[in-house]
């Protein structure tokens, strides 16, 4: 279920995907981060690579699980919507979502397990208000297909799709703090710090959010 | 044809139990200073636990793996076997480049307690009395079987294992290892397992023990001293039993309807099908090499474990503040420890936040899987194990230092 739109995201000059070094960025060294729907392992392998964490990852799928276990990660089969309900509380310092809220069948409830579960949460998702989304809806009147959202409206995984907007509403609505929030555009740099919102809504192509518990 | 040769007078052998007394194999002997305590209550002293080893044991003894056998296997895991003539039973899997490199890793395997292959078991003789033990041997459990192959590594000298792995019954005994010596487990591989038997397989046990215990010949366990072998119930257990390691369309694949030797049905109960026929074969050879009250035991063993009742019910804390990293297999046709089993084991390690893998492995060869050439399992052991030898910190390449200890 996980990095849907993996193919299609910009890479750096070290060959690595920038929302993924982004979300790197994010995460201290040395602590324990579980990686909700990991796919084939990168962003957990980039984590052990450059910041020695102790990385475990979700994934949905049978062939992403086998590439990452044969790699010597420590992944499980598993569905970010049904199995973080058996995690205990405070199991790790960081749950990562990334590229894979869109495509859970519960977004509300899977966010709320994962700062059950982690300190911190790291969501990362494609912004359904980026302009070229809009765009298509409303000059071409068809469901919106981008280089990151390549899916036909009938054979998409991706259920839940929100605005950064969107998501923003949810964190404050379950209580949830946001430490850090960073846009893309469309090549994969992001847009200034100090623009405002509405302008994220329409000029990010992807969005990345660091996010905490309101205690 | 068996040839049933005496032994001690009156005790009388099929002749491949020759190798319950007489092991081609190790031997390390636990005098009375060092009973085996066993779940049951009783100190067995003395006993031998016999044994195979391959590859070189390196100078920080930190790159011993145990190899835990099933049911019917032994510790002859990685030669031809001194029975059968055949190969080991995990070569495929085991030896110099394969995913458990000899030339990395000082590979142990031992034939578990309760066993026929020269570990002391029903069909050893009791000291006391100068017979072979029957029913009069202890019931052991799957935590017996841990123990003793502790004070095997003891006695070999290593503290620390960094690997255990095994399917079916030994992959309870590597669940078993991570919980009774955590400290002394790096990475656990547990494969077609799971934490407890189910009343399902209880069941088929039972049908299997019944099998054999029906057999005139069994004459309440005491066939070495009569003179008689079980022969009949052991196959039909044997039969039973290797039906639940296949699966229907594995079966459907191999044999279908398909008549032996033949182009009609004799309208007889000979074994006018080919799957028929195979099923004889297998029972037959099988008593070649295996006891019958062994197998009484040894299932018994398998029917006992419960992780979860011994760790006060909440199976999480069987493994709790575990640092063992496991990597937890099971296969897609697997209907006797079917994934659900392993998914459990998944969710209690997750609940003891244990570092865990698990892979499930698409095949239609069923619970047999495991012992079968599956590249994807190959694979996945060897990510693993490279993995965990990182973290272990084991150089890379052919392990040089101390050989392998003297017994």
Known sequence: MSNLTAANIERNAGGNRVDLVLIADMVERGVKVLDVGCGDGELLSLLGDTRDVDGRGIELSREGVNACVAKGLAVIQGDADTDLADYPDDAFDYVILSQTIQATRHPRIVLEHMLRIGRRAIVSFPNFGHWTVRAQLMFAGHMPQTDILPYSWYDTPNIHHCTIKD??????????????AVALNAWGSPLRLNAPWWFWNLFGEQAVFLLSRRD | MVHVLPLNGAVTRGEGLQEADRPTSQVAVFGADRPLQLDNGVALSPFQIAYQTYGALNADRSNAVLVCHALTGDQHVANVHPVTKKSGWWETLIGPGKPIDTERYFVICSNVVGGCMGSTGPASIDPK????WGLEFPVITIRDMVRAQAMLLDHLGIDTLFACVGGSMGGMQVLQWAASYPQRV??????????????????????GRQAIMADPEWRGGRYHLEGTNPRRGLAVARMGAHITYLSDAALHRKFGRKFQDRENPTFSFDADFE???YLRHQGSSFVERFD???????TRAMDYFDLAADAGGVLANAFKGAPTRFCVISFTSDWLFPTSESRAIVHALNASSARVSFAEIVTDKGHDAFLLDEPEMFAIVRGFLDGAGKARGLARGLARGVKAPAS
């Open chain 2, 275 to 277: 799957v028929e026929s």
């Open chain 2, 292 to 298: 019958a009250n062994s197998y009484l035991y040894l």
């Open chain 1, 167 to 180: 998501f923003r509403t949810l964190c404050s609505e379950i209580g949830v703090k946001m430490e850090r």
């Open chain 2, 129 to 132: 009395s100068g017979k072979p």
């Open chain 2, 186 to 207: 790096f990475a656990a591989l547990p494969i077609a397992c799971a934490t407890r038997h189910s009343a399902q397989n209880i069941a088929f046990h039972e049908v």
